[in-house]
């Protein structure tokens, strides 16, 4: 039988899409809906943009990270995206958030989402609570008040993996409520570390040396 070239066409999209329905990452419309809604809702402005969030899935699953710890999860947008890598990557999401009602938010919102088996949202203080999770972590991703970077990434880089991969947010503009952050994660000498900008809010990376 001879196919057309728009036959041709029909038929890679349909194995794309049949390829996608079966990636348990997906980000499916129920999803995306949630996603949506998180984001209408969110007045303080306290969720990552679309980008970053697609950004930070994307890594997630391209380092294969079986344990992700996430500080500051707001009402659980970012988390969503963390979980999604985490399903392709076949890891656990930690996410701890300190004010009540976003904790609350954030574990709904991850509940309606059908990532519990993924994402687990601690409500405290992640100063307090960090030291209570066994293991070590092979990705972090940073987004709570800005005048405490330096001290978290103080408190976890001895327990990020060689090869383990520190993300910190809003580091392009909220640069200056975390100056000295930026000058420790850029100065050390086991870090390899660079800023991207999926939207604009900027995302710093530092890979730790093996």
Do not use: C
Request: hydrophobic share 45%; proline share 6%.
């Amino acid at each position: 039988m001879r196919l057309t070239f728009t036959t041709l066409l029909l038929a890679l999209f349909a194995a794309t899409i049949a390829a996608q329905q079966r990636s348990p990452g997906t980000l499916t419309p129920p999803i995306e809906s949630i996603l949506k809604n998180i984001r209408a809702a969110d007045k303080g402005l306290l969720a990552v943009s679309e980008e970053d969030g697609r950004f930070l899935r994307v890594l997630v699953a391209m380092r294969n990270a079986k344990s992700v710890l996430e500080i500051g999860a707001a009402s659980g947008y970012s988390g969503i995206w963390l979980g999604l890598g985490a399903r392709e990557s076949k890891g656990r999401v930690v996410s701890i958030e300190f004010d009540p009602q976003r904790a609350k938010e954030a574990a709904e919102n991850i509940r309606k989402a059908g990532l519990t088996d993924v994402v687990h949202v601690i409500h405290g203080d992640a100063f307090a609570e960090i030291p209570k999770l066994p293991g070590t972590f092979d990705l972090v991703f940073l987004d709570a008040w800005k005048p405490d970077y330096k001290r978290f990434f103080d408190m976890v880089y001895p327990r990020l993996d060689p090869g383990g991969v520190f993300l910190a947010h809003n580091v392009v503009n909220k640069a200056s409520e975390m100056e000295p952050f930026l000058k420790a994660i850029q100065a050390h000498p086991g870090l390899f570390t660079s800023v991207v900008s999926p939207g604009s809010e900027g995302i710093s990376v530092s890979y730790k040396l093996r």
